[in-house]
């Protein structure tokens, strides 16, 4: 029996428009890793980000 690794749930997270950044930290649980920050000012072309630990997508409302 093999258990696969391989599906990756990617999970789109709507952040608030009045926040300039997102931090993440993989959530509970498996996903979990070490905190990071990502702008979403720099990142202003798309208003979007990865977390590349969790593969999350952030998504800045409008
Ligand atoms: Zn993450």
Redesign the pocket.
Known sequence: MKSSKSKKHVETITVDEGADGVM????MGA?G?PA?YYDLEELSESHRVF??????EFVKHK
């Open positions: 993440c930290d993989g959530g996903l890793h990071v977390c590349g630990y969790c593969n999350r």
